[in-house]
């Protein structure tokens, strides 16, 4: 993937996107969402036991990341209606978390007609679908009363069994964390948490991207990392030099990412969202026009690489609404995620496979 760029206009290799698109396949509902608590109640902070040791820190981040939805105010995830054995496993794996998520249905775009099209859509009904579905979501953030900032989530995602304790860690060094707490929402409009690929800000005008480095224990080492976050950081010298075996994290200013797996947005973010990818038009599949709006400086946010939430993977066509295989699929049993040191989807495996006592 190296020399890989994307730029207004033009297209990345469709075999670089089929990870982008999972669910942005066909569905229908008209059902309204409703929350869907993957587990108990409680919201009580579930201050979990840190089995690496990760806790130590001299100055603790923000701790409401421990509490049900992370320290957001909600925590969506998004599925075709179909797609229920990926609705049971990002359900099981939040309840195994702690997290309680709320589910959104995704959108058959053969159901959005052609006057409720937005201007341009130069996309396929898929990917209309997966616009609509997103665009759902920013509309209940952006009127949101209670809360500043929701975590959108695809169905087909692991995330690390120490994701609260790396979100703390995140949050130590997220700018404008003390002043709007926990993930200093007043300076952005996205986070992405989980993007596949992204093209970091070239310099302009003697103007660098801003870069924030800090060490995190709980990130992969260079072995663990995919082929990509390694010539990532070896191919970017703008992030500060080479990675440390021992785990770091860069934040820094988002310019075109690929993916709309795991990102978090904002209430302002969310009218941005609206309105440029949407009400003005949709020039492309939602992650690509949120690339390009952000890149143009129109939506403002940070990325976090290595990606703290990647794609679980099986093989063959349950990997995909869109695309066709004709490889059988696996169960999850031989699934795996690429890129994350500590899989909970694995650490669940091994949680429930262990003899009950
Ligand atoms: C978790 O913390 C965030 C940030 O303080 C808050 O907005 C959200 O309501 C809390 N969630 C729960 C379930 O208490
Ligand atoms: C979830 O909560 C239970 C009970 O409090 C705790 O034992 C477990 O470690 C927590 N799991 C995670 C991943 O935080
Ligand atoms: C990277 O992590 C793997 C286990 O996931 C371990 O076997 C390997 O020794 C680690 N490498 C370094 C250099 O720490």
Redesign the pocket.
Known sequence: MAGYRLTMGSWVPITMLMCCFIYGGILLTTNSPRPLSSSSRSDAP?H??HRGGYSAYKAPGDQSVYNRTLGFGEVFYLSLPSRTDRQDAVELLAA???VSVTYVPGVDGNSIVEKAKPTKSQVTVAELGTWRAHANIWKKVMHSTEYEAALILEDDIDWD?NF?PILERLTKHLPKAGSSPPYGHEAWDVLWLGACLHTVKPESGGQKAKVIRYDDPMAPNRSEMREYDRKYFDEHPELGGPYKDSGERVIHEAYQPVCTMAYAVTKKGAQRLLYHIGYRQLDGPVDLAMAWATSAGRIKGWIVWPPLITAWRLGGPKDSDIQKSNSPSKGNDDGHSDGIKKS?RKAMAAHFMTPRN
């Open positions: 579930r979990r036991s195994y978390s702690n069994d609260a909970a």
